[in-house]
T-cell receptor
């Protein structure tokens, strides 16, 4: 049982480059989330998706876009990376629509130079 | 605006001793309260949650938490700490709906032999 899988685990980018962070869950969950975690800041919600085909902005959406490709997959895209986006990114999921996140992936550690 | 305060950045406890991690929240209505644990290099795991009813909630790994409305607190406790409990612990508060979940900045638990 894989749970929530994130790829890549680590990535280094140059300012202005773009990339997509991948997330997939195999638990048939409806809701999926993207958070960023910065030292001493806790977690902050970037985007979430209550169900396939729907996405909504969280607390810190600027500079990011998301796609809920299907029920399993929820990707996060940085169109033009900035040093302020250096962070650890976590994808999460939960069973119901409107539930709080229950299962987290192991994170993507992203550095932008 | 809702907020969570975890007053202790670090706590060191001897193995076998009892543990209490503090969490104070600010929320305008009846809160939904959560504790998560994060081991190094991993994502968050939900320990327990409070929505309503009995103010003492039991979670996984032998943890419990007590909701005290008069003190706006939701402290996490464990009677006897094991070395494997060393991790970072996050308290979170929200209402119905994932978009409103706010995390504290975390408390790092160190367990001494």
């Amino acid at each position: 049982n894989a749970g929530v899988t994130q790829n890549p685990k680590f990535q280094v980018l140059k300012t202005g480059q773009s990339m997509t962070l991948q997330c997939a869950q195999d638990m048939n969950h409806n809701s999926m989330y993207w958070y960023r975690q910065d030292p001493g800041m806790g977690l902050r919600l970037i985007y979430y998706s209550a169900s396939e085909g729907t996405t909504d902005k969280g607390e810190v959406p600027n500079g990011y876009n998301v796609s809920r490709l299907n029920k399993r997959e929820f990707s996060l895209r940085l169109e033009s990376a900035a040093p302020s986006q250096t962070s650890v990114y976590f994808c999460a999921s939960s069973v119901g629509q409107g539930d709080q996140p229950q299962h987290f992936g192991d994170g993507t550690r992203l550095s932008i130079l | 605006a809702q907020s969570v305060t975890q007053p202790d950045i670090h706590i060191t406890v001897s193995e076998g001793a009892s543990l209490e991690l503090r969490c104070n929240y600010s929320y305008g209505a009846t809160p939904y309260l959560f504790w998560y644990v994060q081991s190094p290099g991993q994502g968050l795991q939900l320990l327990l949650k409070y929505f309503s009813g009995d103010t003492l909630v039991q979670g996984i790994k032998g943890f419990e938490a007590e909701f005290k409305r008069s003190q706006s607190s939701f402290n996490l406790r464990k009677p006897s700490v094991h070395w494997s409990d060393a991790a970072e612990y996050f308290c979170a508060v929200g209402g119905s709906g994932y978009s409103t979940l706010t995390f504290g900045k975390g408390t790092m638990l160190l367990v001494s032999p």
